[in-house]
């Protein structure tokens, strides 16, 4: 069964700074695995979709990173802005099963202070 | 990028009455789309399953009779809280599964008031 961690629970840091959120997932044999963010009252904002077959995907400031052998990803925020704080949520979908359910980690509560 | 439109975005009824929120995939195609349900500061629960064209699967301890679901179409899915009371005031969010990449998409949500 799947299991998705995501570490740490919840970060604050100043404006302007870079920072790496982690994501780890027991079964490596994963479809894709996406990264999102949720605001206080919201629905979820895809932030990055990478494919098994891919180790990266960037937009912007953002840029996460995807090891199946190691079982994790990582989400790189580049400059940090107090618009980034929401809390940030990995999944991925279990097995190679198109109609899987996507598996959410417990996501990371992010806070940068002006 | 792939957009998901959910409506109503705030729905406040009476005890009783049952409410119907809509999902829609605007601008891709969903098989399979998801209704979760979230509580303040918690994550997102999984109620159900949708799939086109067949009977939605709902998740251990999730009321089949209070909670139905109908995806009549690839891109819509419906669901409605039937005789509605306070403990199913709740914030509902659905997501769509694009048949292209597997990707998931969000709705905005649907903040269900049961007064």
């Known amino acids: 069964k799947q299991e998705v961690t995501q570490i740490p629970a919840a970060l604050s840091v100043p404006e302007g700074e870079n920072l790496v959120l982690n994501c780890s997932f027991t079964d490596s044999a994963i479809y894709n695995l996406q990264w999102f963010r949720q605001d206080p009252g919201k629905g979820l904002t895809s932030l990055l979709l990478i494919q098994s077959s891919q180790r990266e995907q960037t937009s912007g400031r953002l840029n996460a990173s995807l090891d199946k052998s190691s079982g994790r990803s990582t989400l790189y925020i580049a400059a940090s802005q107090p618009g980034d704080s929401a809390t940030y949520l990995c999944?991925?979908?279990?097995?190679?099963?198109?109609?899987?359910?996507?598996?959410f980690g417990s996501g990371t509560r992010l806070s940068i202070r002006p | 990028g792939a957009v998901v439109s959910q409506h109503p975005s705030r729905v406040i009824c009476k005890s009783g009455t049952s409410v119907k929120i809509e999902c829609r995939s605007l601008?891709?195609?969903?098989?399979?789309m998801f209704w979760y349900r979230q509580f303040p500061k918690q994550s997102l629960m999984l109620m159900a399953t949708?799939?086109?064209?067949?009977?939605?699967?709902?998740e251990q301890g999730v009321e089949k009779d209070k909670f139905l679901i109908n995806h009549a179409s690839l891109t819509l899915s419906t669901l409605t809280v039937t005789s509605a009371h306070p403990e199913d005031s709740s914030f509902y969010i659905c997501s769509a599964r694009d048949d292209g990449n597997y990707g998931y998409t969000f709705g905005s949500g649907t903040r269900l008031t049961v007064v």
């Open positions: 601008d891709f195609q969903a098989t399979t």
């Open positions: 949708s799939n086109e064209g067949s009977k939605a699967t709902y």
């Open positions: 999944a991925s979908p279990p097995g190679y099963s198109s109609a899987s359910k996507i598996i």
